[in-house]
């Protein structure tokens, strides 16, 4: 594998999975073993005329011999090219890139709520730009599969949880994004993007826990009860997580109070309405 001499990535330092990838991308060679840099510890240091805010929101390669700067999805091609020859030419194909630069701009405008900073993810001067479109597509996105995901589910949990229509865990979904959106504008409006991202992501995380039982269910007889056991111990991860992320935020039980409360109501009416 070719690496990519004489080039610096600069990734977030607070971000977990920028971390990972760019670390991957030293580990397996595809660039020098100094060939990435956080980019909290100073980007004038590599490059004085870097486009600092941009560098924040897409991830920047810097080439040290002679100062030119690579952002977003043309930085991972750049690499990736030099690594595998025979992937420039699709590379370059105008409407992958197009594809893909929207792919990554949806994962990169969102990815403090997919994975969250810690308390110190607000201390660096430059934060990545909130872009409401991005993140109403994030929620859609995880709204829809999750719901995909729980209906599917939900015929595993019968006769023990009435089985409803086939768009009542999409409504159950979609309502939750409405009623908690509705509490936190009422005391920490700045926050609710963040939050409902946040919590939409755990929801997500759920699902595909409740996937990989679903998967191999296809394959193995598992009895009923241990789907309904199973279910009910997401459901406690989700909750801790939920507990651990709203800290977080630096915000109090209020809403993991009401996030309970919303699904414990629900199940309510469920069983309730049969």
């Known amino acids: 594998m070719k690496t990519l001499e004489n080039h610096m990535i600069l990734f977030d330092g607070e971000c977990p999975m920028c971390k990972m990838y760019t670390q991957a991308f030293v580990k397996i060679g595809m660039l020098d073993a100094g060939g990435r840099e956080a980019y909290q510890n100073g980007m004038d240091n590599v490059c004085p005329l870097i486009d600092k805010q941009r560098a924040v929101n897409e991830i920047a390669l810097v080439n040290l011999n002679n100062g030119e700067v690579t952002y977003g999805v043309a930085s991972i091609f750049k690499i990736l090219g030099n690594a595998c020859p025979v992937f420039k030419q699709l590379f370059a194909f105008k409407p992958f890139v197009w594809l893909m630069s929207k792919f990554y701009a949806f994962i990169s405008y969102n990815r403090r709520v997919i994975i969250p900073a810690g308390l110190q993810g607000d201390g660096f001067a430059h934060q990545p730009t909130f872009k409401k479109h991005y993140r109403i597509a994030y929620l859609l996105f995880t709204c829809f599969c ?27 979904c979609g309502g939750q994004i409405i ?33 990989m039982l679903l998967a191999i269910s296809k394959w193995f007889y598992i009895q009923s009860l241990f789907f309904i056991l199973y279910f009910m111990a997401v459901a406690g991860l989700m909750f801790l997580e939920h507990i651990r992320r709203t800290k977080l935020m630096q915000l109090d039980w209020t809403m993991t109070i009401t996030w309970a409360m919303y699904r414990v109501m629900l199940l309510g009416v469920i069983f309730l309405s049969n």
Not at 148 to 172: C, D, F, K, Q
Not at 180 to 197: E, H, P, V
């Open 179 to 211: 009623f908690q959106g509705g509490i936190i504008s009422t005391f920490a409006k700045d926050k609710r993007w963040n939050y409902l991202g946040n919590m939409m992501t755990i929801s997500f995380a759920g699902s595909l826990l409740l996937l």
């Open 146 to 172: 999750t719901g995909y995901i729980l209906t599917a589910y939900a015929h595993l949990l019968s006769p023990v949880v009435p089985l409803g229509n086939a768009y009542r865990e999409y409504l159950i």
